[in-house]
């Protein structure tokens, strides 16, 4: 009897610690903490690791070319105008499609250069997300849905682009672009005036 109870306890102490470690890994990156690290291929077959850029500034866009909000964003040059003016304060920008194969937005590398090219994108790359690991990890809900990050890593921003959720983009001169005022108070040394928001447009087409 004995060695059995020592048996029932060892793997009841293994399945408690599983479990803690699986909550942990599922918990949502907060504001103020630090972001979490990823390695991931870009569409030119670069392999990109957040890490990399420690000591800069970071954004990380969710992206999906078939989401009416997304098309809302780069058909008014939005999202392109916000990217080279986050590029032009020294800031990174990393686009991530966290769709799955055979979901509404995923494209091979060759159709993601393409695309990029003809929408006059300005990240500095694309990186592919198939498996949704970075995706769930961030918990990214949405696209578009954007992370700003500061200089020591930590998550200075979550959530929308701007203030205005729709898919009109004659709605986009009257909104307020988050982004561009998060990366404005990190750049003067303010504390993120609006460090969330909720994010909104299409779900990120993760694999069933």
């Known amino acids: 009897m004995k060695p059995f109870t020592h048996s029932f306890f060892a793997a009841a102490l293994v399945a ?19 972001a979490p690290d990823f390695t991931l291929t870009d569409t030119r077959g670069v392999v990109q690791s957040l890490s990399a850029f420690k000591g800069k ?6 992206i999906n070319h078939g ?10 040059a939005n999202m392109q105008k916000t990217q080279k003016a ?19 937005g995923h494209m091979t590398p060759a159709e993601w250069n393409t695309v990029n090219a ?26 578009p849905q954007l992370f700003v990050i500061d200089a020591a890593g930590r998550i200075a921003y979550s959530g929308a682009i701007d203030s205005i959720a729709s898919a009109k983009g004659e709605d986009v001169p009257k909104a307020q672009n988050h982004v561009l005022a998060a990366l404005a ?3 003067a040394g303010r504390p993120v005036a609006t ?3 909720k994010p909104y447009g ?6 069933d």
């Open 16 to 34: 408690v610690v599983a479990l803690v470690s699986s909550a942990a890994a599922a918990e949502r990156p907060e504001v103020g903490q630090p």
């Open 118 to 143: 003809a929408k006059s994108a300005a990240p500095l790359a694309v990186l592919l997300d198939e498996d949704g690991k970075v995706g769930k990890r961030y918990h990214a809900t949405n696209t």
């Open 67 to 76: 989401c009416p909000f997304v098309i809302k964003h780069y058909d008014s």
């Open 57 to 62: 500034v970071v954004v990380l866009e969710w």
């Open 202 to 207: 299409c779900s990120v087409k993760y694999a």
């Open 195 to 197: 460090p969330v928001t």
């Open 185 to 187: 108070d990190l750049k």
């Open 86 to 104: 986050a590029a032009a304060d020294g800031a990174v920008w990393l686009s991530i499609c966290s769709s799955a194969p055979g979901k509404q």
